[in-house]
């Protein structure tokens, strides 16, 4: 590989006169210079630094800092099952090599290099795998390792987790805390992931919860104190993402209602993001506000009692959002067209299967979650995608504070992330909605609420729901999503001219996010207009969370007694530093929780 070697980046680069969109610190389309040395964001270069600097000229074009995806599904068993399971997707989207790159093929499962390719193409340059089960988490780390291009983390799925169950039930937070802790830098992970907690525990008995009080099989503990044990772990951690939520009974009628009563469940949790990291200079506060990430709302919102009298209940999740300050949410925006629909969810994907009869496969990761599978299509002329593709929409338009909302597909289950340049010009035009409004089912107009919206996003909005508030909250602000001094290098030029921007020139627009002039990473020129030129070392992020030893070791005794329930030996069970590309360890102090 091409690049510079131990991934903290030797770049140096000039990127003059372009106009600036850095939420994080504050500038709106400020006509500026942006200086990068040795891979990280400075205030200025010396003469003889800008002698040997590389110069861009971004006059007339946005610059915003590098991309980052909270919510993503790029690596893992149940990735490599969709690919698996749908050998045509490969035909549909593939790039040829270059003396640089690998061929790579897929659209709404990409071979791991195209992910990379194509991610970066679009200005990304960090992305999160949003479900890593532990017993998984070695094959994911060989996906994400090869991942070119974009510096990655994955979140650990614990909702359903035979030992969070156990300790949670018996009120023993200290071990809960101390398992989490071990588990994180065993698996060399980056947050918690709650997938329909106790609910996939039942799906092992063919059941499924439906409220959340009611106690699962066996274990005798409900999803109101899963979701509770879990975020009162994370804040007692430190962790840098608050709890990361896949409510129950997603994608059903009603479901809206679950998901409005969890959200409330965190209120009272204090967030307590405690990092021993560097920080980049920033304006906006960088620490997060929130207890609880629900992750693609749009999902988490359905209204009505069946697919009859089905609608959009996103205002009862806004109105909530609206008025508290512990929630952040990624939208789970529905772009139509192909889609492989793949989560933790085993029981939802089962509905799924029923409702169409696609083909499916379900896997149960033994002692810890489950996964369902299933390829699937959104079409303008069904109903129900049409009101789905309006509620990712209004979710994201109708919070009053942008820094509570973040744009995702959901990617590859609302639709492929290569759609997300479509998302932005929806967000940005009205124009862009009628014309969609125009081609779709009635009902995305006769109930939802998007019909009546006339907001059209800034391109300083979509710098927050794409970089800087998917920066902040993972935690990462400290180094991602801005361009203050000390960041790292990341940075995206657009295109697109602020001055002239026409929000009716929507296709435009949209082809003008789908290929970034360049991007930039670590200070180094990695795409441009489309064409991969250089390939960096990337980085994989992780907690290293120091934690009282006290109870630590009794802990391990505990797991070690009930490792004669899997069909793994112990020692097999931790990922190696070898299984990542530059290990990077965020460190945070739990002691001073
Ligand atoms: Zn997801």
Request: include cysteine.
């Amino acid at each position: 590989m091409a690049g510079n070697g131990n991934g903290n980046g030797t770049g140096t680069i000039a990127i003059k006169n372009g106009y600036v969109f850095d939420p994080l610190n504050e500038i709106d389309g400020e006509m500026m210079d942006v200086f990068i040395k040795n891979g990280k964001v400075v205030r200025e270069l010396t003469d003889s630094e800008m002698k040997d600097a590389k110069v861009i000229d971004a006059k007339g074009m946005t610059v915003m800092p590098g991309g980052v995806d909270s919510h993503s599904h790029i690596a893992g068993a149940k990735v490599n099952g969709g690919r698996m399971m749908r050998p045509e997707d490969s035909y549909k989207w593939n790039r040829k090599k270059t003396s640089l790159t690998h061929s790579g093929s897929g659209y709404t499962v990409p071979s791991v290099y195209l992910e990379g390719y194509e991610y970066s193409q679009m200005g990304y340059t960090t992305v999160f795998e949003a479900a890593v089960p532990p017993l998984e988490a070695r094959h994911t780390h060989e996906e994400m390792r090869s991942i070119p291009m974009i510096d990655t983390g994955g979140y650990l799925v614990l909702g359903n987790n035979w030992f969070i169950m156990r300790y949670l039930r018996d009120g023993e937070m200290d071990r809960a805390c101390a398992y989490v802790a071990w588990m994180m830098k065993t698996h060399k992970t980056y947050g918690i992931k709650c997938v329909n907690p106790a609910g996939v525990e039942n799906w092992g008995w063919a059941e499924n919860v439906g409220s959340l009080d009611e106690a699962n099989i066996h274990f005798g503990i409900t999803s109101r104190e899963v979701i509770e044990g879990l975020c009162e772990i994370n804040e007692r951690l430190g962790l840098p993402m608050a709890m990361h939520l896949h409510c129950n009974n997603l994608g059903q009628p009603g479901c809206y209602e679950i998901t409005k009563d969890s959200l409330k469940i965190p209120s009272q949790i204090r967030p307590n993001q405690n990092l021993d990291v560097e920080w980049a200079e920033t304006k906006v506060d960088p620490a997060r506000q929130e207890s609880v990430y629900l992750t693609h709302a749009q999902f988490n919102s359905f209204g009505g009692t069946s697919w009859g009298d089905f609608e959009s209940k996103t205002k009862e999740i806004i109105d909530y959002v609206n008025k508290t300050d512990h929630v952040v949410f990624d939208s789970g925006c529905v772009p139509f067209g192909e889609a492989t629909v793949m989560t933790g969810d085993g029981p939802a994907i089962h509905n799924l299967y029923a409702l169409t009869g696609n083909k499916w496969s379900n896997t149960d990761v033994e002692l810890e979650c489950g996964s369902g599978v299933l390829p699937f299509t959104y079409l303008k002329s069904n109903a129900i995608h049409s009101v789905q593709w309006a509620m990712g929409l209004e979710l994201l338009l109708l919070v009053n504070d942008t820094w509570k909302t973040i744009m995702t597909t959901d990617h590859p289950n609302g639709g492929t992330f290569l759609k997300y340049p479509l998302v932005m010009a929806w967000l940005m035009s009205q124009a862009a909605r009628n014309a969609t409004f125009d081609e779709c089912h009635a009902w995305a107009r006769d109930r939802s609420d998007l019909g009546a919206v006339d907001r059209e996003m800034s391109l300083y909005d979509i710098a927050i729901l794409t970089r800087a508030n998917t920066a902040r909250t993972v935690g990462l602000s400290h180094r991602k999503g801005s361009l203050g001094v000390g960041a790292d290098g990341d940075v995206t030029i657009y295109n697109i001219d602020p001055k002239s921007l026409n929000p009716r020139d929507y296709e435009n627009l949209a082809k003008s996010f789908a290929q970034a002039e360049y991007t930039v990473k670590d200070g180094e020129i990695v795409s441009r207009r489309g064409e991969i030129v250089a390939i960096p070392e990337k980085r994989t992020y992780y907690v290293d969370v120091n934690v009282k030893d006290a109870g630590t070791n009794e802990m391990l005794a505990d797991v070690k007694e009930w490792f004669k329930y899997y069909t793994l030996g112990f020692a097999h069970y931790p990922t190696p530093d070898s299984y990542l590309m530059n290990p990077t360890p965020i460190a945070v102090n739990a002691e001073e929780a």
